[in-house]
């Protein structure tokens, strides 16, 4: 690493092209630009210390994401899958579910519930979660199985053909939310297990993308539902195109604003 010019030395554009290069830790670049008593300085270095607050604040609630999953393996279950769906509320479209085994030592900056996160930070985090996990499992659950069977047997289902799917059987499932039967191994319901395990919020982006990648192929052969723009859930826009046009085979007709007028209330 090369040593730092005088920051003395820098106008602001400079410095702060170099403080952006990230070649150096905050402390040093703190240690660095103290006693330049610029004002546009003096902001560059609260900048940094925010940063670095926040990447610490980052890292926290990464460790804690894992903490279900250390707490498993301390009891001695070596490989722990989390499964989570995405597509039980809206009017069309599968369900989809997966599941998902990670390493010990998985690198998923930003993970989180799949639901908190843009569509470019799911993107990467499906390709990273892809390229680590010791086993995944992605089922879709048709639209047929859904009206035969309801929402939460179709759920359940789902999560436990993604699990069933893996190449390697976990010792331990962690659910999000539910138990799930038929399984050759314990199940853990987590509430809000999406946001509190890293396994479930890996499951939660692997599914996530799936069923919005599918979505997108479905507004091709229905575009004017909008199926790229809602992934089937009952927006105005939706409820809407349901009243122009009818109900497509994608729409789920056992759930009641796809059966009738409601939706045209709502």
Known sequence: MKRLPPAAALDLAALKHLVASGRWPSGKLLDWLE????????????AIRAKAEAVSQEAVRLRAMGRLERAAAAEGFQLIAGVDEAGRGPLAGPLVAAAVILPKRSRLPSLNDSKQLSRGAREGLFRLICAQAVAKAVVVVSVDYIDTHNVHRANLEGLRRAVMALKHQPALVLADGFQVPGLPCPCRAVVHGDSLSVS?????????????????????AYPVYGFDRHRGYATREHREAIAAHGPCPLHRRSFSLVQGDLFAEA
Do not use: F, N, P, Q
């Not at 006693?35 to 609260?46: K, Q, Y």
């Not at 939660?204 to 091709?220: G, I, Q």
């Open 200 to 220: 479930i919020a890996a499951a939660s982006v692997l599914a996530k993308v799936t069923r919005d990648r599918l979505m997108d192929s479905y507004h091709e």
């Open 35 to 46: 006693g330049d008593a610029r004002a546009g300085v003096a902001a560059l270095r609260a």
